[in-house]
């Protein structure tokens, strides 16, 4: 892994032009953009998704196609910003074609990047969107059902699986018990998870409003 500059202002400059400059795998050839990331390097909570499909590809920036917008609206539900509160990024950089999963190789030659994000915005919690996400972080590769709303204390950190927004399209229904309503209460404990994390100045974060 790459060492990392000590300032955060060079670490920035210099990493974002080696990482959109990156040709360490096949999707290299076909990319239109390198999907980084959006939100606020800062941010006391990270979600990390699989990889860019069509919209981000040609926008440059994760989730902002379909499974992108529901995601935010999902994410505003429960009483996040995903501007200001949240660092958005996924474990594989370049879109793979047609939208197929990253290849264990992609997913190998992609990690340092991942890792470096991790270091570098250090957030509090970590939540997982969908299988790929949890198999390249974690290293675990049990069913969505069995894995999700139950937080993972892992490498030091707090990691919450949710499904993925792709999956949530498909099974759109928000009927309690249904993966739709899963995912918001799955949230919502990232959420009071964060409200119950008081630093000297107070509560990170207002608590969240009772569904
Ligand atoms: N799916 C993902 O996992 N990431 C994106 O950025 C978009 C769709």
Known sequence: MAVM???PGSFKQSWLERCRQCSRCGLSAERQ?????RGDPSAKVMVIGEA????????GL?????????????????????DSDLFICNVVKCRPPNNRK????????CRPW????LAHVDPLVVVLVGAT????????????????????????????????PAY????????????????LEDLRQVRLRLCQCEPASGALFPCPPPP
């Not at 953009?33 to 990331?37: D, K, P, T």
């Not at 860019?52 to 926008?59: C, K, L, M, T, W």
């Not at 290293?139 to 139950?150: D, E, I, N, T, Y």
């Not at 949530?168 to 995912?183: C, F, Q, V």
């Open 5 to 7: 500059p000590s300032s």
């Open 33 to 37: 953009h390198v999907v980084i990331s």
């Open 52 to 59: 860019p499909g069509a919209s981000e590809d040609i926008q």
């Open 62 to 82: 994760p989730f902002v196609g379909r499974s992108g917008q529901l995601l935010d609206q999902l994410l505003r539900t429960v009483g996040f910003n995903p």
């Open 102 to 109: 990253p290849s264990s190789a992609e997913l190998r030659a």
């Open 114 to 117: 991942i890792e470096e994000q």
């Open 133 to 164: 996400a949890v198999a390249a972080m974690l290293k675990r590769k049990q069913a969505m059902r069995s894995l999700r709303g139950v937080w993972i204390e892992q490498a030091g950190r707090l990691w919450m699986p949710v499904f993925h």
């Open 168 to 183: 949530l399209l498909r099974n759109p229904s928000r009927e309690p018990g249904k993966p739709m309503a899963m995912t």
